[in-house]
C-alpha cells in the first residue's frame, strides 16, 4: 500500500523536475514522423507538409538546447547598416513611381517589393546593436506596408475580389445615398453594420466617395494595424525581434488578401489584434478597469462587425482562460526564483467574466441575426448538422474547386503549391520554435500559454475539421488571424535560437528566411489577388476600366428579366460583378456544347484567353479553360455590344430556358 501510494508522488516529483520544452520538442518529433504518411490520403498540401515543418522546428530546437552560442550573431561592416535604411527607403519610393507609372502592381513591382523587403529582414538580423535604431526600422516597415497596399488600392479600377462589390459598391453606396440601412434587411449585417457605418462615415465626414471612404477608414486601419502587434511582442522580446514579427505580419500574403480586399473581415482583424494586444496585458501585466473596458470595447466593436472575426476573437478569449486556469497547477509554474516572470498574471473571475459575457452577447445577437429565412445561430447549427451528416470523412481535404478539378495540376500550378504553403509553414516553423521554448518552467507565462493554445485551436479549425469535411467555420478566413500569434512566437523561438545555435548554422537560417519569405510572400496567390504574378495560373480579381464600364452599360441595353429566370453568362469571378453591384443575377458560362447552345445571352472578355478564369461543364465542376471570343460566342450568334474588351453576344435561336446554362460559383449572399 505504501508504494501504491507513494508512486503517484514520486511520478508527480519526477515529471516537475523535467523540462517540459524537451519532453515536448521530442514528441512533436515523435508525432511529425508518424503524420508524415497523410501525404497518402490527404490532398491539402498544408496536411501534408506540416509534419515536415514540425520535424525541422523539433530538430532546430532539440539541436539549439544542446549547444550555446558564444559568438553572438554575424553583423553588417558599419558602413552596409548604416547605408540599408537609405537604400529600404530609396526602394520604397521607386515602388510608389512604379506602380503609378504602370497602373498596377506588376511583376517588376513584386520583383522590387521582395528585394526591399529582403534589406528589412536582413537589417533585422545583423545590424550590429550600437547601429540599431528600431524606431527607424519601424518606420520602414510601416512605409513599404503603406506603399504594397495603398498602391493596389489607388491603381485598381472600382474593387478588389468578390464580397467587396456587395458590401460597399452594392450596401454601403445605398447607405450612404438613403441614409438608412434598410439594404441590409433580411442580411446577417442587419445586426452588424459596423463596417458599413465606418465607411459611409468617412466618405461624408472626409466628403469623399464611398471607395475612397473605404481606403481611408479599413484600408488605413489595415495598413497602420501591425502596430498593435508591435507592441504586443515588445511584451516578450526585444526590439529587434518585435520588428521581426511585424515585419512578417506586414509581408504576410494572408494579411495582405484582407488589405486589399476590404470588407468586414478586414476590419474585424484590426479589432482582433487590439483585443489580442490587452489581454496579453491583462494576463502578464498587473491590469486595472481601463484595460477591461477596453476589451470589452472592442470585443462589441468586432461582434457588431464580422462573426467569423467575432467568433475567432471568443477563441483567443478562451484561450487565455485556459492559460490563466493551467498555471494555476504548480505543476505548471515556474520555480520561485522565476515567478516574477509571471506576475500581474490577471484575475480568473474578471477573465471568466469577459468569457461569459463575450459568449452571452454573440448568442443573443446571432440569435437575432436574419439569415437564409432563419437567425444567424440557428442557421450555422443548420449547416454544421448537415455537414456533420454528409461529410466525406478523414480525407476530405481538397477545396470543392480543387476536389472538381478533372485535370492533374501542371508543373506551374505545383510550384504555386509550394510558394502558397511556403508563406505560411516559413512563420509556422518558428512558431513551433517558440511553443517549445515557452514551455520551459522559468519561461512559462500567461500570456505565452494563451498565444499557443490559440494557435492550436486555430490550426484544429483550419485543418483539423477539414479532415473530416468540416468547413461551417470557413477556415481561409482563419489564415490572417493566426498570422498574429504565430508572428509573435516565431519572433520568440528565433531570439532563443540566435542566442544558441552556433553562428554557422544561425546564419544559414536567418538568410534563408530574409531571402526565402519576401519571394514567397510576393508571389503567393493570396497576397496578389489584385494583378497575380502568374498570369493564366493565378485567378485575377480586379477588373479594369473597359470590364467595369461595360457591366453599366450591358445592364443599360439588355437587363434581364429575374422573374423568368434570366441571367448573364460569363466567367467567375467577372459574374460577381454583375450578380452582386450590377444589373441582375449572373452564372460562370456553362461552356459545354449543349449548355452554350441553351444560353441566351453569353459575355465574353479578353482575360478569359488566358486560362486563369473559371467556367463550368457539362458536370457543373469548375474549369479553367483558354477561351477565345469564336469559341465562345461562335458564329451564329448577334454581336450585341462590343468595346474592344468585352463581348456581349445573344442567341439568335429559341433556347431551352429550363436547362442548366451555368453555375454561380461567387453568389448568393456574401459569407465574408
Known sequence: MTVVAGSPGRFYGWLSAQRFDVIGAILALVLAVALLPLRLIASNFYIVAIPVAMVIASGLYLLAVRTN?????????????????????????????????QGARTPAFYTLATVVGAAIFLQIFFTRERDFVPWLLLV??????FTIRYVSLLTTPGYTGIDVWTHVASWSETIARTHSLDVLEGSKYYAAPLFHLAVVATSLLADVSVRNGLFLSVGFGMAISSIFLYITS??????????FAVAVYAMSAHTMEWSIHLIPTGLGLVFFLGVFYLLVRVLD??????????????????ILTHQISAFIMLVLTGAGLLAHLLLRFELFSPPSRFRSYTAGSGDSVSLTGLLAFDLGFITFMWSLTPYNGDTFLATTFSFFRVTLEESAGLGD?????SAAAATAPTLLEQVLQYIDAAVFLLVFLFA????FYVLRRRNISHASVMCGASIV?????????????????????WYAFLTAPMALLGAVGLAYLARRLTTPVILVVLLVFALAFP??????????????????????????????????????????????????????????????????????????????????????????????????????????PEMSRSELCGAERHYAYDNGEVTMCTATWEVDTDADTGTDLGGGETDA
Not at 76 to 94: K, M, N
Not at 457 to 477: A, E, N, S, W, Y
Request: glycine share 10%; charged share 15%; proline share 5%.
Open 69 to 101: 552560442n558564444t559568438e553572438g550573431l554575424p553583423t553588417f561592416p558599419i558602413w552596409i547598416g548604416r547605408l540599408l535604411p537609405s537604400v529600404t527607403l530609396l526602394g520604397t519610393a521607386l515602388l510608389v513611381v512604379l506602380g503609378l507609372y
Open 140 to 145: 520602414q516597415i510601416l512605409a513599404f506596408a
Open 234 to 243: 515588445r511584451l516578450f522580446v526585444s526590439a529587434r525581434w518585435s520588428l
Open 285 to 302: 501585466v498587473n491590469p486595472g478597469s481601463r484595460e477591461f473596458v477596453l476589451i470589452v470595447f472592442l470585443s462589441v466593436a468586432t
Open 397 to 401: 481535404l481538397a477545396g470543392e474547386r
Open 432 to 435: 513551433v520554435v517558440g511553443c
Open 457 to 477: 485551436v486555430m490550426l484544429v479549425f483550419i485543418f483539423g475539421f477539414p479532415m473530416f469535411g468540416i468547413r461551417t467555420f470557413i477556415p481561409q478566413r
Open 519 to 624: 519571394m514567397v510572400a510576393f508571389a503567393a496567390t493570396e497576397g496578389t489577388i489584385d494583378n497575380p504574378r502568374f498570369e493564366g495560373t493565378q485567378t485575377k480579381y480586379s477588373y479594369n476600366a473597359a470590364e467595369l464600364n461595360a457591366v453599366e452599360t450591358i445592364g443599360e441595353i439588355r437587363p434581364v428579366a429575374e422573374e423568368e429566370g434570366e441571367t448573364y453568362n460569363t466567367d467567375h469571378p467577372y459574374n460577381t460583378v454583375f450578380s452582386r453591384a450590377g444589373p441582375g443575377p449572373a452564372v460562370a458560362a456553362n461552356i459545354s456544347g449543349e449548355g452554350l447552345r441553351n444560353t441566351e445571352t453569353v459575355i465574353y472578355r479578353d482575360y478569359q484567353r488566358t486560362g486563369a478564369e473559371y467556367f463550368v461543364n457539362e458536370d457543373g465542376a469548375s474549369v479553367t
